[in-house]
């Protein structure tokens, strides 16, 4: 925190505020994508509900049905994470230049290897989450 923060308590209080504001704006933006995520799959699933059965016909098993759709939806999250972790990598590279012409800044900003991998793995937690009905529903259409 720069110096003049710690010794402003308003200025403090204000990012402190900010902070959580941006928190919430995350967590929000996290579960309106989930949520569009999870209508792209069930989508998805419907529009292979034929090869579904025809797969099942030629004797494949639910779990072997399960497995395709099941990586289909991990590498959807990984790749939604890693775009989104380059995206943040950018602005984080971008952003202290905008800021720089009204506050004196420290050229100090580093790259966090560790929040990208968090990012990308709450991304691909996320879909995975978002995903499990539509993927129960090829065990359901499968078993009738």
């Known amino acids: 925190m720069p110096i003049i923060a710690r010794r402003i308590p308003i200025i403090t209080q204000g990012l402190s505020r900010a902070t959580t504001f941006l928190s919430l704006v995350s967590l929000i933006t996290l579960i309106v994508g989930a949520i569009g995520v999870a209508t792209a ?23 072997h049905l399960m497995r395709i759709y099941l990586i289909q939806t991990v590498a959807l999250g990984l790749c939604g994470g890693l775009l989104g972790a380059a995206f943040g990598i950018a602005i984080q590279k971008i952003f202290p230049g905008f800021i720089a012409r009204y506050f004196q800044l420290e050229p100090t900003v580093g790259w966090d290897f560790a929040t990208a991998g968090q990012g990308i793995g709450i991304a ?7 995903t499990i009905p539509p993927l129960l529903a090829i065990r359901a259409f499968v078993r009738t």
């Open 124 to 130: 691909i937690l996320a879909t995975l989450l978002f």
């Open 41 to 63: 799959m069930q989508a998805h699933i419907q529009q292979r509900m034929d090869s579904i059965a025809i797969m099942k016909c030629l004797g494949a098993r639910s779990m």
